[in-house]
Protein backbone atom coordinates (compact mmCIF):
# COMPACT_ATOMS: atom_id res chain seq x y z
CA UNK A 1 0.00 0.00 0.00
CA UNK A 2 2.80 2.38 0.78
CA UNK A 3 4.39 1.35 -2.47
CA UNK A 4 1.23 2.25 -4.61
CA UNK A 5 0.71 5.65 -2.74
CA UNK A 6 4.49 6.32 -3.04
CA UNK A 7 4.25 6.46 -6.81
CA UNK A 8 0.57 8.01 -6.81
CA UNK A 9 2.72 10.91 -5.11
CA UNK A 10 5.01 10.53 -8.08
CA UNK A 11 3.36 12.82 -10.29
CA UNK A 12 2.17 15.38 -7.52
CA UNK A 13 5.83 16.18 -7.03
CA UNK A 14 5.87 16.55 -10.92
CA UNK A 15 3.51 18.94 -11.01
CA UNK A 16 4.92 20.89 -8.55
CA UNK A 17 8.54 20.84 -9.51
CA UNK A 18 7.37 22.50 -12.97
CA UNK A 19 5.31 25.02 -11.14
CA UNK A 20 8.47 26.07 -9.13
CA UNK A 21 10.79 26.37 -12.08
CA UNK A 22 8.39 27.35 -14.71
CA UNK A 23 5.30 28.86 -13.36
CA UNK A 24 1.84 28.12 -13.89
CA UNK A 25 2.06 29.01 -17.87
CA UNK A 26 1.78 26.37 -20.35
CA UNK A 27 5.37 24.79 -21.09
CA UNK A 28 7.13 23.10 -23.91
CA UNK A 29 8.43 19.85 -24.00
CA UNK A 30 12.08 20.01 -22.80
CA UNK A 31 10.90 21.95 -19.83
CA UNK A 32 8.26 19.68 -19.17
CA UNK A 33 11.37 16.70 -19.15
CA UNK A 34 13.23 18.92 -16.27
CA UNK A 35 10.03 19.10 -14.31
CA UNK A 36 10.46 15.02 -14.45
CA UNK A 37 14.04 14.75 -14.00
CA UNK A 38 13.72 17.63 -10.72
CA UNK A 39 10.83 15.45 -9.69
CA UNK A 40 12.34 12.40 -10.04
CA UNK A 41 15.63 13.35 -8.03
CA UNK A 42 13.07 15.07 -5.27
CA UNK A 43 10.97 11.38 -5.15
CA UNK A 44 14.89 9.36 -4.72
CA UNK A 45 16.15 12.18 -1.85
CA UNK A 46 12.51 11.84 -0.11
CA UNK A 47 11.85 8.57 -0.71
CA UNK A 48 12.71 6.61 2.77
CA UNK A 49 10.41 9.79 4.91
CA UNK A 50 7.90 9.79 2.17
CA UNK A 51 7.35 5.78 2.68
CA UNK A 52 7.30 6.35 6.48
CA UNK A 53 4.42 9.28 6.25
CA UNK A 54 2.24 7.84 3.02
CA UNK A 55 -0.99 8.51 5.19
CA UNK A 56 0.54 12.29 4.66
CA UNK A 57 1.11 12.22 1.45
CA UNK A 58 -2.06 10.91 0.23
CA UNK A 59 -3.86 14.21 2.05
CA UNK A 60 -0.82 15.98 0.17
CA UNK A 61 -1.55 14.70 -3.03
CA UNK A 62 -5.24 15.68 -2.81
CA UNK A 63 -4.40 18.80 -1.62
CA UNK A 64 -2.26 19.80 -4.48
CA UNK A 65 -4.55 18.56 -6.94
CA UNK A 66 -7.24 20.72 -5.54
CA UNK A 67 -4.86 23.58 -5.47
CA UNK A 68 -3.68 22.99 -9.17
CA UNK A 69 -7.20 23.12 -10.24
CA UNK A 70 -8.53 26.24 -8.48
CA UNK A 71 -5.40 28.25 -8.95
CA UNK A 72 -5.06 27.43 -12.81
CA UNK A 73 -5.53 30.98 -14.67
CA UNK A 74 -4.79 33.18 -11.93
CA UNK A 75 -3.37 36.69 -13.17
CA UNK A 76 -0.39 36.81 -9.94
CA UNK A 77 -0.23 40.87 -10.46
CA UNK A 78 -4.49 40.76 -10.01
CA UNK A 79 -3.72 38.94 -7.08
CA UNK A 80 -1.41 40.74 -4.95
CA UNK A 81 -2.88 43.42 -6.04
CA UNK A 82 -5.83 42.58 -4.34
CA UNK A 83 -3.91 41.38 -0.96
CA UNK A 84 -2.32 44.68 -1.08
CA UNK A 85 -5.65 46.52 -1.20
CA UNK A 86 -7.39 44.73 1.69
CA UNK A 87 -8.04 46.84 4.52
CA UNK A 88 -6.88 44.12 7.04
CA UNK A 89 -8.36 46.08 10.34
CA UNK A 90 -11.39 43.42 9.89
CA UNK A 91 -9.42 40.74 10.25
CA UNK A 92 -9.66 41.99 14.53
CA UNK A 93 -13.75 41.25 14.94
CA UNK A 94 -13.30 38.29 12.65
CA UNK A 95 -11.67 36.56 14.95
CA UNK A 96 -12.98 37.95 18.03
CA UNK A 97 -16.69 36.42 16.92
CA UNK A 98 -14.56 33.36 15.74
CA UNK A 99 -13.29 32.78 19.14
CA UNK A 100 -16.86 33.26 20.88
CA UNK A 101 -18.03 30.61 18.37
CA UNK A 102 -15.48 28.50 20.11
CA UNK A 103 -16.46 29.08 23.20
CA UNK A 104 -20.15 28.23 21.99
CA UNK A 105 -17.79 25.06 21.19
CA UNK A 106 -16.34 24.13 24.48
CA UNK A 107 -19.93 24.88 26.20
CA UNK A 108 -21.39 22.58 23.61
CA UNK A 109 -18.51 19.99 24.75
CA UNK A 110 -19.17 20.17 28.65
CA UNK A 111 -23.32 20.18 27.83
CA UNK A 112 -22.42 16.07 25.79
CA UNK A 113 -19.76 15.43 28.54
CA UNK A 114 -22.40 16.12 31.43
CA UNK A 115 -23.98 12.43 32.14
CA UNK A 116 -20.41 11.34 32.35
CA UNK A 117 -18.57 13.90 34.45
CA UNK A 118 -19.87 17.55 34.82
CA UNK A 119 -16.58 19.90 33.96
CA UNK A 120 -17.14 23.48 33.70
CA UNK A 121 -16.78 24.93 30.25
CA UNK A 122 -13.65 27.29 31.64
CA UNK A 123 -11.84 23.81 32.22
CA UNK A 124 -13.00 22.38 28.96
CA UNK A 125 -12.20 25.74 26.56
CA UNK A 126 -8.27 24.67 26.13
CA UNK A 127 -8.66 21.20 25.93
CA UNK A 128 -11.16 22.28 22.65
CA UNK A 129 -8.55 24.83 21.20
CA UNK A 130 -5.74 22.10 21.64
CA UNK A 131 -7.82 19.91 19.46
CA UNK A 132 -8.58 22.33 17.10
CA UNK A 133 -4.58 23.37 16.79
CA UNK A 134 -4.09 19.55 16.30
CA UNK A 135 -6.64 19.26 13.56
CA UNK A 136 -4.74 21.95 11.99
CA UNK A 137 -0.72 20.53 12.43
CA UNK A 138 -1.39 17.06 12.58
CA UNK A 139 -3.08 14.27 9.62
CA UNK A 140 -6.25 12.68 10.11
CA UNK A 141 -7.33 14.77 12.08
CA UNK A 142 -5.23 14.06 14.92
CA UNK A 143 -6.70 16.69 17.42
CA UNK A 144 -9.60 15.18 18.37
CA UNK A 145 -7.98 12.06 19.87
CA UNK A 146 -5.33 14.11 21.28
CA UNK A 147 -8.10 16.25 23.50
CA UNK A 148 -9.91 13.30 24.31
CA UNK A 149 -6.44 12.10 25.46
CA UNK A 150 -5.85 15.16 27.25
CA UNK A 151 -9.19 15.72 29.02
CA UNK A 152 -8.84 11.86 30.48
CA UNK A 153 -5.37 13.20 31.86
CA UNK A 154 -7.01 16.15 33.19
CA UNK A 155 -10.68 14.76 34.42
CA UNK A 156 -9.97 11.16 34.24
CA UNK A 157 -13.09 10.98 31.45
CA UNK A 158 -12.49 7.77 29.66
CA UNK A 159 -10.73 8.49 25.93
CA UNK A 160 -13.99 6.26 24.37
CA UNK A 161 -16.50 8.00 25.93
CA UNK A 162 -14.73 11.31 24.83
CA UNK A 163 -14.62 10.34 21.53
CA UNK A 164 -18.19 9.47 21.55
CA UNK A 165 -18.83 12.73 22.32
CA UNK A 166 -16.68 14.17 19.64
CA UNK A 167 -17.92 11.94 16.81
CA UNK A 168 -21.33 13.40 18.04
CA UNK A 169 -19.95 16.73 17.74
CA UNK A 170 -19.08 16.24 13.99
CA UNK A 171 -22.38 14.42 13.17
CA UNK A 172 -24.37 17.27 14.47
CA UNK A 173 -21.78 20.03 12.54
CA UNK A 174 -22.18 17.95 9.35
CA UNK A 175 -26.36 18.14 9.70
CA UNK A 176 -26.17 22.14 9.98
CA UNK A 177 -23.46 22.57 7.44
CA UNK A 178 -25.96 20.69 5.33
CA UNK A 179 -28.90 22.68 6.04
CA UNK A 180 -26.64 26.02 5.19
CA UNK A 181 -26.28 24.62 2.00
CA UNK A 182 -29.77 23.08 1.60
CA UNK A 183 -31.00 26.44 2.34
CA UNK A 184 -29.24 28.04 -0.60
CA UNK A 185 -30.35 25.53 -2.87
CA UNK A 186 -32.68 27.41 -4.86
CA UNK A 187 -30.17 30.06 -5.38
CA UNK A 188 -27.21 27.62 -6.36
CA UNK A 189 -29.41 26.21 -8.90
CA UNK A 190 -28.92 29.38 -10.46
CA UNK A 191 -25.00 29.33 -10.24
CA UNK A 192 -24.19 25.70 -11.50
CA UNK A 193 -24.13 26.84 -15.23
CA UNK A 194 -20.32 28.27 -14.90
CA UNK A 195 -19.18 27.27 -11.53
CA UNK A 196 -16.93 24.39 -11.82
CA UNK A 197 -17.12 22.71 -8.46
CA UNK A 198 -19.97 24.08 -7.43
CA UNK A 199 -22.14 22.33 -10.02
CA UNK A 200 -21.65 18.79 -8.02
CA UNK A 201 -22.67 20.25 -5.34
CA UNK A 202 -26.36 19.77 -5.00
CA UNK A 203 -25.99 15.75 -5.56
CA UNK A 204 -22.70 15.89 -3.12
CA UNK A 205 -25.39 17.24 -0.86
CA UNK A 206 -27.83 14.64 -1.38
CA UNK A 207 -25.43 11.89 -0.33
CA UNK A 208 -23.85 13.97 2.27
CA UNK A 209 -27.83 14.02 3.58
CA UNK A 210 -27.78 10.54 3.38
CA UNK A 211 -24.56 9.90 5.50
CA UNK A 212 -24.91 12.33 8.29
CA UNK A 213 -28.58 11.70 9.00
CA UNK A 214 -28.17 7.94 9.15
CA UNK A 215 -25.03 8.27 11.44
CA UNK A 216 -27.14 10.34 12.80
CA UNK A 217 -30.22 7.89 13.56
CA UNK A 218 -27.53 4.88 14.11
CA UNK A 219 -26.22 7.00 17.36
CA UNK A 220 -29.52 8.37 18.49
CA UNK A 221 -31.19 4.55 18.32
CA UNK A 222 -27.66 3.61 20.37
CA UNK A 223 -28.31 6.19 23.19
CA UNK A 224 -31.73 5.41 23.51
CA UNK A 225 -31.61 1.91 23.94
CA UNK A 226 -28.01 1.29 25.16
CA UNK A 227 -28.63 -2.26 26.69
CA UNK A 228 -30.27 -3.39 23.35
CA UNK A 229 -27.84 -1.73 21.44
CA UNK A 230 -24.49 -3.44 23.91
CA UNK A 231 -26.50 -7.00 23.65
CA UNK A 232 -26.05 -6.57 19.70
CA UNK A 233 -22.57 -5.64 20.20
CA UNK A 234 -21.22 -8.49 22.71
CA UNK A 235 -22.66 -10.47 20.02
CA UNK A 236 -20.42 -9.10 17.49
CA UNK A 237 -17.43 -9.18 19.80
CA UNK A 238 -17.81 -12.80 20.46
CA UNK A 239 -18.01 -14.18 17.17
CA UNK A 240 -15.40 -11.54 15.73
CA UNK A 241 -12.67 -10.06 18.23
CA UNK A 242 -9.99 -12.56 19.57
CA UNK A 243 -10.40 -14.02 22.46
CA UNK A 244 -7.39 -11.76 23.89
CA UNK A 245 -9.37 -8.75 23.03
CA UNK A 246 -12.95 -9.35 23.52
CA UNK A 247 -12.90 -7.95 27.01
CA UNK A 248 -10.52 -4.99 25.89
CA UNK A 249 -12.56 -4.06 23.45
CA UNK A 250 -16.40 -4.74 25.08
CA UNK A 251 -15.10 -2.14 28.04
CA UNK A 252 -14.29 0.11 25.35
CA UNK A 253 -18.10 -0.73 23.53
CA UNK A 254 -19.25 0.54 27.17
CA UNK A 255 -17.68 3.57 28.05
CA UNK A 256 -18.44 4.68 23.90
CA UNK A 257 -22.12 4.02 24.87
CA UNK A 258 -21.80 5.76 27.90
CA UNK A 259 -20.68 9.01 26.09
CA UNK A 260 -24.45 8.79 24.04
CA UNK A 261 -25.83 9.93 27.36
CA UNK A 262 -26.04 13.53 26.31
CA UNK A 263 -28.44 11.87 23.30
CA UNK A 264 -31.20 10.32 25.50
CA UNK A 265 -33.51 13.09 25.96
CA UNK A 266 -35.52 15.31 22.94
CA UNK A 267 -34.17 18.22 24.90
CA UNK A 268 -30.45 17.85 25.25
CA UNK A 269 -31.01 16.90 21.36
CA UNK A 270 -32.72 20.00 20.64
CA UNK A 271 -29.94 21.92 22.99
CA UNK A 272 -27.01 20.13 20.71
CA UNK A 273 -28.59 21.21 17.69
CA UNK A 274 -29.39 25.01 18.53
CA UNK A 275 -25.97 25.28 19.91
CA UNK A 276 -24.36 23.77 16.48
CA UNK A 277 -26.13 26.33 14.41
CA UNK A 278 -24.92 29.13 16.63
CA UNK A 279 -21.45 28.01 15.79
CA UNK A 280 -21.54 28.43 12.51
CA UNK A 281 -23.09 31.57 12.41
CA UNK A 282 -20.65 33.01 14.52
CA UNK A 283 -17.78 31.24 12.11
CA UNK A 284 -20.15 32.63 9.14
CA UNK A 285 -20.06 36.38 10.94
CA UNK A 286 -16.28 35.70 10.82
CA UNK A 287 -16.24 35.36 6.82
CA UNK A 288 -18.87 38.34 6.78
CA UNK A 289 -16.42 40.36 8.64
CA UNK A 290 -13.00 39.84 6.19
CA UNK A 291 -15.20 40.44 3.19
CA UNK A 292 -15.45 43.99 4.27
CA UNK A 293 -11.52 43.78 3.97
CA UNK A 294 -12.01 42.98 0.20
CA UNK A 295 -13.57 44.80 -2.65
CA UNK A 296 -16.48 42.62 -3.22
CA UNK A 297 -19.27 41.95 -1.65
CA UNK A 298 -22.35 38.99 -1.34
CA UNK A 299 -24.67 38.22 0.87
CA UNK A 300 -24.73 36.80 4.18
CA UNK A 301 -26.77 33.35 2.80
CA UNK A 302 -24.34 33.52 0.14
CA UNK A 303 -21.63 33.23 2.70
CA UNK A 304 -23.60 30.40 4.93
CA UNK A 305 -23.15 28.40 1.36
CA UNK A 306 -19.80 28.75 1.46
CA UNK A 307 -19.19 27.82 4.43
CA UNK A 308 -21.02 25.14 4.35
CA UNK A 309 -19.43 23.99 1.35
CA UNK A 310 -16.09 24.37 2.45
CA UNK A 311 -16.34 22.27 5.58
CA UNK A 312 -18.00 19.73 4.22
CA UNK A 313 -15.01 19.43 2.16
CA UNK A 314 -12.45 19.39 4.68
CA UNK A 315 -13.59 16.18 5.27
CA UNK A 316 -11.94 15.02 2.55
CA UNK A 317 -7.97 13.48 3.19
CA UNK A 318 -5.72 16.33 2.69
CA UNK A 319 -2.47 18.05 3.95
CA UNK A 320 -2.52 19.33 7.62
CA UNK A 321 -4.47 22.74 7.94
CA UNK A 322 -7.06 21.19 5.27
CA UNK A 323 -5.04 22.89 2.33
CA UNK A 324 -6.55 22.79 -0.96
CA UNK A 325 -9.99 21.07 0.56
CA UNK A 326 -10.71 24.82 1.94
CA UNK A 327 -9.36 26.87 -0.58
CA UNK A 328 -10.63 25.10 -3.74
CA UNK A 329 -14.81 24.92 -3.20
CA UNK A 330 -14.13 28.83 -1.53
CA UNK A 331 -12.87 30.26 -4.61
CA UNK A 332 -14.85 28.79 -6.66
CA UNK A 333 -18.01 29.62 -5.12
CA UNK A 334 -17.40 32.81 -5.19
CA UNK A 335 -16.37 33.07 -8.35
CA UNK A 336 -19.48 31.19 -9.19
CA UNK A 337 -20.90 34.80 -7.60
CA UNK A 338 -18.90 36.80 -10.21
CA UNK A 339 -16.11 37.60 -7.38
CA UNK A 340 -12.77 37.74 -9.81
CA UNK A 341 -10.33 34.99 -9.15
CA UNK A 342 -8.08 37.29 -8.33
CA UNK A 343 -10.25 38.32 -5.38
CA UNK A 344 -12.06 35.64 -4.37
CA UNK A 345 -8.52 33.72 -4.17
CA UNK A 346 -6.59 36.41 -2.09
CA UNK A 347 -9.79 36.86 0.28
CA UNK A 348 -10.19 32.56 0.65
CA UNK A 349 -6.77 32.58 1.63
CA UNK A 350 -6.48 35.45 4.12
CA UNK A 351 -10.46 33.81 5.24
CA UNK A 352 -8.24 30.06 5.78
CA UNK A 353 -5.01 31.83 7.55
CA UNK A 354 -7.01 33.59 10.09
CA UNK A 355 -8.87 30.81 10.89
CA UNK A 356 -5.48 28.61 11.40
CA UNK A 357 -3.21 31.33 12.71
CA UNK A 358 -4.44 32.57 16.18
CA UNK A 359 -6.17 29.68 17.44
CA UNK A 360 -3.11 27.30 16.06
CA UNK A 361 -0.97 29.95 18.19
CA UNK A 362 -3.17 29.54 21.13
CA UNK A 363 -3.57 25.76 21.13
CA UNK A 364 0.15 25.21 21.11
CA UNK A 365 0.56 28.04 24.17
CA UNK A 366 -2.12 25.34 26.05
CA UNK A 367 -0.41 22.39 24.95
CA UNK A 368 3.18 23.86 25.99
CA UNK A 369 1.64 24.43 29.87
CA UNK A 370 0.18 20.46 29.68
CA UNK A 371 3.91 19.57 28.89
CA UNK A 372 1.95 17.10 26.31
CA UNK A 373 3.97 16.33 22.67
CA UNK A 374 2.33 13.80 20.22
CA UNK A 375 3.83 11.34 20.82
CA UNK A 376 4.11 6.99 20.06
CA UNK A 377 2.99 6.82 23.80
CA UNK A 378 0.73 9.17 23.58
CA UNK A 379 -1.02 7.34 20.35
CA UNK A 380 -0.59 4.22 22.27
CA UNK A 381 -2.64 5.60 24.97
CA UNK A 382 -5.22 6.71 22.54
CA UNK A 383 -5.24 2.99 21.27
CA UNK A 384 -6.01 1.88 24.94
CA UNK A 385 -8.91 3.82 25.06
Known sequence: ???????????????VTGIVLFGT?????????????????????AKPWLQKRWTLWAGVWVSVILLWIALSGLQLGAFLVALKQANYWWLIPGIAVYFVGVWVRAWRWHYLLKPIKNIPTKTVFPVTVIGYMGNNIYPARAGEVLRAVILKRREQVPISASLATIIVERIFDGVVMLGFVFINLSELATLTGSSGFVGSIQSLALWGSLAFFGALAVFLVAAMFPARTSAIGQWFIDRLVPARFREQTSGIMHKFLDGLAALRSPWSILMVFFTTVLI???????????????NF?????????????VNLATT????????????????????????????????????????WFPITALGAYYLAREGIQWTDSLRQEAREG
Open 297 to 309: SVSFFALMLMNGI
Open 1 to 15: MKKILFWIAAPVVVI
Open 280 to 294: WLFETAKYWFIMHAF
Open 25 to 45: EPIGRWQFWISVLGGVLVLWL
Open 316 to 355: LPSAPGYIGTFDAPGIAVLMAYGVPQAIATGYTLVLHAAL
